[in-house]
């Protein structure tokens, strides 16, 4: 099973980048999912996540009104939206497959996680 984020890239504050997680070996169709990240000796921090229906989501407030979380359980992808890009977004993106259905900020409550995708964003 893998999980496999990308799209990210160098962007200059105020742009726009959409990554995505493609999951292979398995679907992820009745599970939520979410987005998680890592900046430069920074701890993990909880970005967005989407419940299996995709009619639950949850954004951590730094990127709420800028992020959309959203899935195509067809494709087995997950995309995040990101606008408005800041300096301090500015990290290595996980995407990740809860153990349940629900949209959770948890991170003890996922069990797969992909290699990350990073992001840079120039002030």
């Known amino acids: 099973v893998q999980l496999q984020a990308s799209g990210g890239g160098l962007v200059q504050a105020g742009g726009s980048l959409s990554l995505d997680c493609a999951s292979s070996?398995?679907?992820?169709?009745?599970?939520?999912e979410g987005w998680f990240r890592q900046a430069p000796e920074k701890e993990r921090e909880f970005v967005a996540a989407?419940?299996?229906?995709?009619?639950?989501?949850l954004y951590s407030d730094s990127v709420k009104g800028r992020f959309t979380i959203s899935r195509d359980v067809g494709k087995n992808k997950v995309y995040l939206q990101m606008n408005s890009l800041k300096a301090e977004d500015t990290a290595v993106y996980y995407c990740?497959?809860?153990?349940?259905?629900?949209?959770?900020?948890?991170?003890?409550?996922?069990?797969?996680w992909g290699q990350g995708t990073l992001v840079t964003v120039s002030s």
């Open positions: 070996g398995r679907t992820f169709s009745n599970n939520g």
């Open positions: 990740a497959a809860a153990r349940g259905p629900v949209a959770t900020a948890a991170s003890g409550m996922y069990r797969y």
């Open positions: 989407i419940g299996w229906k995709g009619g639950q989501t």
